[in-house]
Each structure stands twice: as structure tokens, then as C-alpha cells.
């Protein structure tokens, strides 16, 4: 389970080398085959392959007729690219995401529980004040871990 907060660099050719402790999980778990995308253009999400066939396993039983399976392809696939991770630990992010994502230098790399979250540093700091929890979020919070508020 990927959990935490890493900071990191993006290369010059566009090679994220994942942090100690997440290429310490990904060698116990055996994977160096990635798919790497998006849901928003703004930060990148690193799968291991094996979770992310998961999900495609979960997608495969709706139809592509619902509307918003086909935006999530969509957009999954316009943003995504199976990556290999080589030697150094480095992985490849697509071009159109790093541009879209501003994922050039400084990042922070988050463990979110079954895959990697990458943002752009300064962008994601800037942003942050902005995302505090309110009230009602902590209430929605409660109600899913069953406790009280």
C-alpha cells in the first residue's frame, strides 16, 4: 500500500526516478510495467500494471455505452502510456501529460493506497490553502470510517 508524500524530480527527458520508498514496495510486489495517465490534465497517476488491469476488469463489466465509462477512457487513454521502469528506477512519463501537468522539474510523488499520485510542487502548494478540509468534508469523512463527528 502506497501511502506518503516524496518529493522528486522529473528529468530532462521526461524520467521521474520513484522515490526510495515506493521502489521498495514495487520490488516486493514484483513490478516494473507501469500504465502512467490522468483524469485531469493537472498531475499523473502511476499504476502498477497489475492494478490497473483491475480496473480495466471493472470497466469491461459496464458498458462503453455508458457516458461516463467512455469519458473515463477517454481521457484515461488520451493521457495514458504502458511505461517499463529501468534499471535506475526511472519511469517515462507521456509528453502530452508532463505538458499538461507541468510535470518538468520539482514534483511530489503521494502514495494513494493502490497507485502513485504525481504533481507539479509549486503548483500543488500554491493550491493547497485552497483544499482544506471544511466542515461538511470532515463530517463525510466521519460518516465513512463510522464514527461520529
Same mark, same amino acid.
Given at each position: 500500500?502506497?501511502?506518503?508524500? &516524496?518529493?522528486?524530480?522529473?528529468?530532462?527527458?521526461?524520467?521521474?526516478?520513484?522515490?526510495?520508498?515506493?521502489?521498495?514496495?514495487?520490488?516486493?510486489? $514484483? %513490478?516494473?510495467?507501469?500504465?502512467?495517465?490522468?483524469?485531469?490534465?493537472?498531475?499523473?497517476? =502511476?499504476?502498477?500494471?497489475?492494478?490497473?488491469?483491475?480496473?480495466?476488469?471493472?470497466?469491461?463489466?459496464?458498458?462503453?455505452?455508458?457516458?461516463?465509462?467512455?469519458?473515463?477512457?477517454? /481521457?484515461?487513454?488520451?493521457?495514458?502510456?504502458? %511505461?517499463?521502469?529501468?534499471?535506475?528506477?526511472? =519511469?517515462?512519463?507521456?509528453? /502530452?501529460?508532463?505538458?499538461?501537468?507541468?510535470?518538468?522539474?520539482?514534483?511530489? %510523488?503521494?502514495?494513494?493506497?493502490?497507485?502513485?499520485? %504525481? &504533481? $507539479?510542487?509549486?503548483?500543488?502548494?500554491?493550491?493547497?490553502?485552497? $483544499?482544506?478540509?471544511?466542515?461538511?468534508?470532515?463530517?463525510?469523512?466521519?460518516?465513512?470510517?463510522?464514527?461520529?463527528?
Amino acid at each position: 500500500m502506497f501511502r506518503g508524500n &516524496h518529493p522528486a524530480k522529473v528529468d530532462e527527458k521526461g524520467r521521474l526516478k520513484l522515490p526510495s520508498a515506493f521502489k521498495q514496495l514495487m520490488d516486493a510486489m $514484483n %513490478v516494473t510495467q507501469f500504465y502512467v495517465t490522468s483524469t485531469d490534465g493537472k498531475s499523473a497517476e =502511476i499504476w502498477p500494471l497489475p492494478e490497473w488491469e483491475k480496473r480495466e476488469e471493472l470497466l469491461a463489466d459496464s458498458s462503453t455505452l455508458d457516458d461516463a465509462v467512455r469519458k473515463y477512457l477517454n /481521457i484515461t487513454s488520451y493521457y495514458g502510456q504502458q %511505461v517499463e521502469m529501468d534499471s535506475q528506477a526511472r =519511469i517515462l512519463l507521456p509528453q /502530452i501529460l508532463r505538458n499538461s501537468a507541468k510535470l518538468d522539474a520539482e514534483v511530489t %510523488v503521494f502514495g494513494m493506497r493502490t497507485y502513485l499520485e %504525481v &504533481h $507539479n510542487r509549486e503548483s500543488f502548494e500554491r493550491e493547497l490553502p485552497s $483544499n482544506e478540509l471544511t466542515a461538511e468534508d470532515r463530517k463525510a469523512m466521519a460518516a465513512l470510517l463510522g464514527r461520529r463527528s
